[in-house]
Protein backbone atom coordinates (compact mmCIF):
# COMPACT_ATOMS: atom_id res chain seq x y z
CA UNK A 1 0.00 0.00 0.00
CA UNK A 2 1.19 3.46 -0.67
CA UNK A 3 0.11 6.21 0.83
CA UNK A 4 -0.28 10.05 -0.56
CA UNK A 5 3.08 11.11 0.81
CA UNK A 6 4.74 7.90 -0.62
CA UNK A 7 5.32 6.54 2.58
CA UNK A 8 4.90 2.34 2.18
CA UNK A 9 2.76 1.20 5.06
CA UNK A 10 0.56 -1.47 5.74
CA UNK A 11 -2.54 -1.61 8.49
CA UNK A 12 -2.13 -3.63 11.60
CA UNK A 13 -5.65 -3.75 11.77
CA UNK A 14 -8.51 -3.03 9.77
CA UNK A 15 -8.76 0.63 10.07
CA UNK A 16 -6.50 0.92 12.78
CA UNK A 17 -2.76 1.45 12.87
CA UNK A 18 0.08 0.99 10.61
CA UNK A 19 3.46 -0.42 9.79
CA UNK A 20 5.88 2.33 7.92
CA UNK A 21 7.93 -0.26 6.02
CA UNK A 22 11.88 0.81 5.09
CA UNK A 23 12.01 3.78 6.80
CA UNK A 24 15.49 4.63 9.24
CA UNK A 25 14.17 7.37 11.42
CA UNK A 26 17.55 8.27 12.87
CA UNK A 27 18.26 9.33 8.51
CA UNK A 28 15.08 10.30 7.67
CA UNK A 29 14.60 13.42 6.02
CA UNK A 30 12.56 16.34 7.19
CA UNK A 31 9.30 15.60 4.59
CA UNK A 32 10.20 11.71 5.64
CA UNK A 33 9.30 12.75 9.27
CA UNK A 34 6.83 15.37 8.35
CA UNK A 35 4.60 12.48 6.73
CA UNK A 36 5.25 10.21 9.49
CA UNK A 37 3.57 12.50 12.43
CA UNK A 38 0.97 12.72 10.11
CA UNK A 39 0.50 9.11 9.65
CA UNK A 40 0.35 8.94 13.13
CA UNK A 41 -2.18 11.84 13.50
CA UNK A 42 -4.83 10.11 11.56
CA UNK A 43 -4.15 5.95 12.48
CA UNK A 44 -4.03 5.39 15.93
CA UNK A 45 -0.45 4.28 16.51
CA UNK A 46 2.90 3.20 14.50
CA UNK A 47 5.08 0.92 14.26
CA UNK A 48 8.60 1.17 12.85
CA UNK A 49 10.71 -1.83 12.28
CA UNK A 50 14.69 -2.09 12.88
CA UNK A 51 15.37 1.27 14.14
CA UNK A 52 18.75 1.64 15.58
CA UNK A 53 18.25 4.77 17.84
CA UNK A 54 20.80 6.20 20.30
CA UNK A 55 18.66 7.89 23.79
CA UNK A 56 19.42 10.91 21.72
CA UNK A 57 18.07 9.98 18.43
CA UNK A 58 15.10 8.89 20.52
CA UNK A 59 14.44 12.17 22.09
CA UNK A 60 14.82 13.82 18.77
CA UNK A 61 12.47 11.54 17.53
CA UNK A 62 10.19 12.31 20.47
CA UNK A 63 9.89 15.92 20.02
CA UNK A 64 8.60 15.62 16.41
CA UNK A 65 5.52 15.20 18.38
CA UNK A 66 5.50 18.18 20.78
CA UNK A 67 7.09 18.43 24.24
CA UNK A 68 8.61 15.03 25.90
CA UNK A 69 6.38 14.69 29.31
CA UNK A 70 8.56 14.40 32.43
CA UNK A 71 8.63 11.40 34.79
CA UNK A 72 7.23 11.83 38.34
CA UNK A 73 8.91 9.09 39.57
CA UNK A 74 12.63 9.48 38.75
CA UNK A 75 14.55 6.27 39.79
CA UNK A 76 14.58 4.50 36.76
CA UNK A 77 14.95 7.56 34.37
CA UNK A 78 17.93 7.51 31.95
CA UNK A 79 20.92 9.10 33.97
CA UNK A 80 21.81 11.63 30.73
CA UNK A 81 18.29 11.40 29.28
CA UNK A 82 15.53 12.07 31.77
CA UNK A 83 12.83 11.88 29.03
CA UNK A 84 13.50 8.41 29.12
CA UNK A 85 12.02 5.73 31.47
CA UNK A 86 13.78 2.33 31.37
CA UNK A 87 12.02 -0.66 31.21
CA UNK A 88 14.03 -3.71 32.51
CA UNK A 89 14.34 -6.39 34.42
CA UNK A 90 18.44 -6.65 34.14
CA UNK A 91 20.43 -6.47 37.34
CA UNK A 92 23.23 -4.47 37.23
CA UNK A 93 25.92 -5.27 40.48
CA UNK A 94 22.54 -6.71 42.13
CA UNK A 95 20.61 -3.86 41.46
CA UNK A 96 18.08 -3.03 39.05
CA UNK A 97 18.39 -0.27 36.55
CA UNK A 98 15.12 -0.15 34.97
CA UNK A 99 11.38 -0.23 36.04
CA UNK A 100 11.07 -4.28 36.10
CA UNK A 101 6.98 -3.83 34.84
CA UNK A 102 4.81 -1.25 33.81
CA UNK A 103 1.41 -1.37 32.83
CA UNK A 104 0.02 -4.48 33.10
CA UNK A 105 -3.59 -3.53 33.05
CA UNK A 106 -5.24 -1.91 30.68
CA UNK A 107 -4.78 2.06 30.78
CA UNK A 108 -4.40 5.40 28.96
CA UNK A 109 -0.68 6.79 29.57
CA UNK A 110 -1.00 9.79 32.24
CA UNK A 111 -4.66 9.63 32.29
CA UNK A 112 -4.27 11.05 36.09
CA UNK A 113 -2.46 14.24 34.64
CA UNK A 114 -4.47 17.43 33.79
CA UNK A 115 -2.65 17.06 30.63
CA UNK A 116 -2.74 13.83 29.53
CA UNK A 117 -0.02 12.24 27.14
CA UNK A 118 -0.72 12.38 23.80
CA UNK A 119 1.53 9.66 22.77
CA UNK A 120 4.20 7.09 24.15
CA UNK A 121 6.80 5.72 22.15
CA UNK A 122 8.46 2.68 23.22
CA UNK A 123 11.54 1.42 21.67
CA UNK A 124 12.53 -1.97 22.42
CA UNK A 125 16.77 -3.03 22.70
CA UNK A 126 16.38 -6.25 23.97
CA UNK A 127 12.90 -8.47 24.03
CA UNK A 128 11.78 -11.69 24.77
CA UNK A 129 11.28 -14.10 22.19
CA UNK A 130 7.94 -15.67 23.98
CA UNK A 131 5.78 -13.07 25.90
CA UNK A 132 5.79 -9.45 26.44
CA UNK A 133 3.45 -7.86 23.90
CA UNK A 134 2.05 -5.24 24.24
CA UNK A 135 -1.84 -4.94 23.51
CA UNK A 136 -3.57 -2.02 21.88
CA UNK A 137 -7.46 -1.39 21.80
CA UNK A 138 -8.79 1.35 19.33
CA UNK A 139 -11.00 2.89 21.24
CA UNK A 140 -12.60 5.09 17.60
CA UNK A 141 -13.54 1.17 16.53
CA UNK A 142 -15.20 0.62 19.90
CA UNK A 143 -17.37 4.07 20.28
CA UNK A 144 -18.64 3.42 16.72
CA UNK A 145 -19.44 -0.21 17.49
CA UNK A 146 -21.26 0.80 21.14
CA UNK A 147 -25.10 0.40 20.71
CA UNK A 148 -26.62 4.21 20.32
CA UNK A 149 -28.19 3.73 23.88
CA UNK A 150 -25.12 2.96 25.56
CA UNK A 151 -23.60 5.97 23.79
CA UNK A 152 -26.28 8.30 24.93
CA UNK A 153 -26.02 6.97 28.54
CA UNK A 154 -22.17 7.86 29.04
CA UNK A 155 -21.35 10.18 26.51
CA UNK A 156 -21.41 13.45 28.69
CA UNK A 157 -20.13 11.59 31.99
CA UNK A 158 -16.35 12.13 33.55
CA UNK A 159 -14.05 10.43 35.22
CA UNK A 160 -12.52 11.26 38.29
CA UNK A 161 -8.38 10.47 38.50
CA UNK A 162 -6.39 10.28 41.84
CA UNK A 163 -2.80 9.73 40.84
CA UNK A 164 -2.45 9.53 45.06
CA UNK A 165 -5.33 7.24 45.40
CA UNK A 166 -3.61 4.84 42.34
CA UNK A 167 -0.24 5.01 44.02
CA UNK A 168 -1.80 4.72 47.84
CA UNK A 169 -2.90 1.28 46.49
CA UNK A 170 0.28 0.32 45.22
CA UNK A 171 1.80 1.08 48.34
CA UNK A 172 4.09 3.81 46.57
CA UNK A 173 4.70 6.65 49.32
CA UNK A 174 4.58 10.21 47.53
CA UNK A 175 6.47 13.07 48.74
CA UNK A 176 4.30 16.31 49.25
CA UNK A 177 5.98 17.78 46.06
CA UNK A 178 5.07 14.91 43.76
CA UNK A 179 1.59 15.04 45.43
CA UNK A 180 1.23 18.73 44.43
CA UNK A 181 2.22 17.97 41.17
CA UNK A 182 -0.47 15.99 40.64
CA UNK A 183 -3.47 16.98 41.66
CA UNK A 184 -6.75 14.77 41.35
CA UNK A 185 -8.44 15.47 37.85
CA UNK A 186 -11.75 15.17 35.82
CA UNK A 187 -11.70 14.10 32.20
CA UNK A 188 -14.66 13.32 30.02
CA UNK A 189 -14.90 9.44 29.46
CA UNK A 190 -15.48 10.18 25.86
CA UNK A 191 -13.47 12.42 23.72
CA UNK A 192 -12.54 13.66 20.68
CA UNK A 193 -9.42 13.72 18.78
CA UNK A 194 -8.16 16.74 18.36
CA UNK A 195 -6.80 15.74 14.73
CA UNK A 196 -10.46 15.12 13.13
CA UNK A 197 -12.87 14.92 15.85
CA UNK A 198 -13.32 11.49 15.91
CA UNK A 199 -14.95 10.62 19.29
CA UNK A 200 -13.47 7.79 21.74
CA UNK A 201 -14.06 6.10 24.80
CA UNK A 202 -11.67 7.31 26.69
CA UNK A 203 -9.80 7.05 29.86
CA UNK A 204 -10.76 4.13 31.34
CA UNK A 205 -8.87 2.67 34.03
CA UNK A 206 -9.46 1.04 37.42
CA UNK A 207 -6.45 1.76 39.50
CA UNK A 208 -6.41 5.43 39.43
CA UNK A 209 -10.16 6.00 38.76
CA UNK A 210 -11.90 7.33 42.10
CA UNK A 211 -15.33 7.40 40.53
CA UNK A 212 -17.44 8.67 37.90
CA UNK A 213 -19.49 12.19 37.82
CA UNK A 214 -22.82 11.90 36.35
CA UNK A 215 -23.81 14.60 33.44
CA UNK A 216 -25.63 16.57 36.25
CA UNK A 217 -22.62 16.84 37.98
CA UNK A 218 -23.45 14.92 40.71
CA UNK A 219 -20.76 12.47 42.04
CA UNK A 220 -21.85 8.49 41.07
CA UNK A 221 -21.29 5.95 43.37
CA UNK A 222 -17.89 4.35 43.44
CA UNK A 223 -18.99 1.05 43.13
CA UNK A 224 -21.74 1.85 40.33
CA UNK A 225 -18.78 3.76 39.06
CA UNK A 226 -15.72 1.09 38.86
CA UNK A 227 -18.98 -1.54 37.35
CA UNK A 228 -19.52 0.62 34.15
CA UNK A 229 -15.64 1.63 33.82
CA UNK A 230 -15.16 -2.76 33.63
CA UNK A 231 -17.88 -3.35 31.37
CA UNK A 232 -16.27 -0.75 28.96
CA UNK A 233 -12.68 -2.12 29.03
CA UNK A 234 -14.36 -5.38 28.56
CA UNK A 235 -16.22 -4.70 25.60
CA UNK A 236 -13.14 -1.81 24.48
CA UNK A 237 -10.40 -4.93 24.59
CA UNK A 238 -12.38 -7.23 22.40
CA UNK A 239 -10.29 -9.14 19.94
CA UNK A 240 -11.31 -7.86 17.19
CA UNK A 241 -10.87 -4.23 18.62
CA UNK A 242 -7.06 -4.98 19.68
CA UNK A 243 -3.41 -5.24 17.77
CA UNK A 244 -0.87 -7.26 19.61
CA UNK A 245 2.74 -6.15 18.95
CA UNK A 246 5.34 -9.24 19.11
CA UNK A 247 8.09 -7.80 19.65
CA UNK A 248 12.05 -7.68 18.11
CA UNK A 249 14.78 -5.71 18.78
CA UNK A 250 15.05 -2.59 16.70
CA UNK A 251 11.14 -2.06 17.20
CA UNK A 252 9.83 1.51 17.80
CA UNK A 253 6.01 1.63 18.76
CA UNK A 254 4.28 4.69 18.90
CA UNK A 255 0.54 4.88 19.87
CA UNK A 256 -2.00 7.71 20.17
CA UNK A 257 -3.20 7.77 24.19
CA UNK A 258 -5.94 10.14 23.00
CA UNK A 259 -7.42 6.99 21.26
CA UNK A 260 -6.05 3.86 22.41
CA UNK A 261 -6.30 1.75 25.59
CA UNK A 262 -2.85 -0.57 26.03
CA UNK A 263 -1.27 -3.30 28.41
CA UNK A 264 1.61 -4.83 28.44
CA UNK A 265 1.82 -9.14 28.93
CA UNK A 266 3.79 -11.07 31.19
CA UNK A 267 6.95 -13.27 30.09
CA UNK A 268 9.37 -15.05 31.67
CA UNK A 269 11.72 -12.87 34.00
CA UNK A 270 13.75 -15.77 34.58
CA UNK A 271 14.72 -16.54 30.59
CA UNK A 272 14.20 -13.40 28.97
CA UNK A 273 15.50 -9.95 29.03
CA UNK A 274 13.17 -7.00 28.35
CA UNK A 275 15.10 -3.95 28.31
CA UNK A 276 13.31 -0.84 26.42
CA UNK A 277 13.46 2.78 26.69
CA UNK A 278 10.22 4.71 26.77
CA UNK A 279 9.74 8.49 25.93
CA UNK A 280 5.95 10.09 25.60
CA UNK A 281 4.74 13.40 24.71
CA UNK A 282 2.89 16.24 26.52
CA UNK A 283 -0.89 16.31 25.65
CA UNK A 284 -4.11 18.23 25.57
CA UNK A 285 -6.89 18.71 28.25
CA UNK A 286 -9.21 15.91 26.70
CA UNK A 287 -12.60 17.43 25.56
FE1 LIG B 1 1.33 2.51 29.80
Not at 83 to 94: F, L, P, Q, R, T
Not at 147 to 171: A, M, N, V
Request: hydrophobic fraction near 40%; charge should be negative.
Amino acid sequence: MQDALALKTRPLLPGFGVEILDIDIASADREMLDAVIDTFHRNGAIVLRNQSLTPAQQVAFTREFGEPEGNVREEFTHPDFPEIMIISNKIVDGKPIGNPEAGLNWHTDFQYGVRTALCTLLYGIETPAVGSDTLLADLCAAWNALPEEKQQQIDGLRTHFSYQLFQEKRGVALTQEQKDAMPDVLHPLVRRHPADGRKAIWGLAVGPVKRLVGKDGEEMDEEESIALIKELIAFCTQEKFVYAHKWQPGDLLVWDNRCTLHTGTRFDFDKYIRHVHRTWVRGDIPF
